[in-house]
């Protein structure tokens, strides 16, 4: 055949097509003439192995050798060689292997996730936190770095007992502030609303005719107690019980035992009284201002008994029951009469000491009549 072919570099060296020497197939060599003019050899010919370097089949020293395709390949077309795969830098590797949930690091980082993860006791979880950790220099840290870092940013025994400390100053604050405004405000809340309702009662019971003069029960309310000085009215009830009389708000009159003093209407004795000076109504909280002259008023069902106030014993010992003798010693009266004795705590929010004030009755006056000037001014 003679017929044109474009000439191209050969992919397999510089010779052309024809320069092969040989059918690709097995035929003869071309040796510069075409495919027509020499027959086809039928006698078995020896191959030559291909020599170091060639490529392709083709042999070197410009034998002639047949060209035998790969078994595994289905044809027979050239092809360009596939690209490698592009390499893929670590940071990134790390990154796809994260995003895959795969765990980071080498093989022993991979085995250490694994057995967090499916470990005994619980502990996948915190194995796999401890792993998936990471250094400053972005690397992850083993376990054992990891744990150490976790234990130093625990505070230490010396920063848990200053808050415990701490805690507790604070708790004991705030429970000392709430006892406190129990005892100052609170109490003194309850106790005046007591006070009223007890002195509502009596007012109510002396008009109606309910109540008579005579022995009264512990607790029960007999009389109101006036000074007017200090814009006092408040009950006073049978004994000195701090339940029953006292924290109600109420002043109590000593009226058992060796305590036991006269009632108003006496002819002759002390009536000695007991109030609260801080909290529960705290009726005697100012009576250290009396002076003498000032008006102590008792009103009972049908008189008004009045007494000026005479001296004072600022500070006594509470065992001294000596000042509500029937003649108070300390209280300058020298001879049998109508007294009056007011008993509280002193100093102010202490049961420390008492403090004593001392009265004389200048007027008995029937409710008949009319208050007396001392409740009119």
């Not at 499916?118 to 796999?128: D, T, V």
């Not at 000392?176 to 109490?187: A, I």
């Not at 002043?251 to 058992?256: C, M, Q």
Request: glycine share 12%; hydrophobic share 35%.
């Amino acid at each position: 055949m003679t017929a044109l072919r474009p000439e191209r570099e050969d992919l397999y060296g510089d010779a052309s097509y024809e320069s092969y020497g040989g059918d690709a197939y097995g035929g003869e060599s071309f040796g510069g003439g075409s495919y027509a003019e020499k027959p086809y050899a039928e006698e078995p010919r020896v191959e030559e192995p291909y020599a170091e370097g060639s490529f392709g089949g083709a042999p070197s020293g410009g034998g002639s050798a047949p060209y035998v395709p790969p078994a595994d390949d289905e044809t027979v077309a050239l092809r360009i060689p596939d690209p490698p795969p592009p390499s893929i830098s670590a940071s990134a590797a790390s990154s796809v292997t994260s995003a895959t949930g795969s765990p980071r690091g080498g093989r022993a980082a991979r085995r250490k996730a694994a057995k967090g993860r499916h470990g005994r006791h619980g502990g996948g979880a915190a194995a796999e936190s401890l792993s998936e950790q990471e250094s400053p220099d972005g690397k992850p840290l083993s376990r054992i770095e990891a744990r150490r870092q976790a234990k130093a940013r625990k505070p230490g025994a010396a920063v848990v007992v200053s808050r415990a400390l701490g805690e507790v100053f604070i708790t004991t604050g705030v429970l000392m502030l709430l006892f406190v405004s129990y005892q100052l405000w609170w109490t003194n809340v309850r106790a005046h609303a007591q006070a009223d309702k007890e002195a509502s009662s009596l007012q109510n019971d002396w008009a109606s005719g309910k109540g008579a003069p005579g022995t009264f029960e512990p607790g029960q309310g007999f009389a109101l107690l006036h000074i007017p000085k200090l814009d006092v009215v408040v009950p006073i009830a049978e004994g000195v019980s701090n339940k029953k009389v006292l924290d109600k708000g109420m002043v109590g009159h000593y009226s058992e035992g060796a305590l036991k003093t006269a009632m108003p209407d006496a002819k002759t004795g002390n009536f000695a009284l007991a109030g609260h000076r801080n909290t529960h109504g705290e009726p005697f909280r100012y009576i250290n201002k009396l002076s003498p002259g000032d008006a102590i008023v008792v009103e009972t069902q049908d008189d008004y008994f009045v007494y000026k106030m005479t001296s004072t014993l600022p500070v006594t010992a509470p065992s001294n029951t000596s000042v509500i003798d029937p003649i108070p010693k300390g209280s300058g009266f020298s001879t049998a009469g109508r007294y009056i004795t007011l008993t509280t705590c002193t100093p102010e929010f202490t049961s420390k000491y008492r403090l004593i004030v001392w009265g004389k009755m200048v007027e008995e006056r029937p409710r008949s009549k009319g208050k007396p000037d001392a409740l009119v001014q």
